[in-house]
C-alpha cells in the first residue's frame, strides 16, 4: 500500500515527490488515522464510511456500540491483522471522548493511535 501523505492539518504533501508519499506501516498508520477522522455520510461518494461521531456525543452514549463502530473502521484498512487494545475514556460532562487503540500491522509491527473526540458543532 502506498498512499500520499498528510501533513498536521490533513492536507496532501506536494513538492517532494516521492518523498510525499508513505509506505509499509507508516501508510497504514495514516490510514487507521484518517478512519478515526472520518465522520460518517461527509464523503458523497460513499456515505456509509466513517463513524458517526455526533449521534455519540450525548449525556449518554452507547459506549459497546461506538466500540463496534470504531473496530468496524478500523479492520477496513487494508494491513490491520489485530486490535490488541481498545479503551474510551469518557467525560460526561464535557461529552469528550479520548480514544485509544493499539493494533498489529501485517508487518507484525504493533502500532497505536489515539483520537479526541468533542462536539465542535
Known amino acids: 500500500m502506498i498512499v500520499r501523505q498528510l ?3 490533513h492536507d496532501w504533501m506536494f513538492g ?3 518523498g510525499n508519499y508513505l ?3 507508516e501508510a497504514i498508520a495514516q490510514c487507521v488515522k484518517t478512519k478515526l477522522l472520518a465522520l460518517k455520510r461527509d464523503w458523497f461518494l460513499n456515505r456509509d ?3 458517526a461521531w455526533f449521534d455519540y456525543l450525548t449525556k449518554k452514549p452507547n ?5 463496534i463502530d470504531v473496530r468496524t473502521e478500523i479492520f ?7 486490535i490488541d487494545s481498545f479503551d474510551i475514556l469518557l ?3 464535557t461529552r469528550e471522548f479520548l480514544i485509544q ?3 498489529t500491522d501485517k508487518f507484525n509491527k504493533t502500532n497505536e493511535a489515539s483520537f479526541n473526540v468533542k462536539d465542535n458543532r
Not at 63 to 67: A, D, I, S
Not at 76 to 82: D, Q, R, S, T, Y
Open 63 to 67: 459506549t459497546k456500540q461506538l466500540e
Open 7 to 9: 501533513d498536521n492539518n
Open 76 to 82: 477496513k484498512v487494508a494491513g490491520v491483522i489485530n
Open 16 to 18: 517532494y515527490g516521492l
Open 49 to 51: 464510511d466513517g463513524i
Open 23 to 25: 509506505d509499509g506501516s
Open 101 to 103: 487503540i493499539t493494533y
Open 91 to 93: 467525560d460526561t460532562d
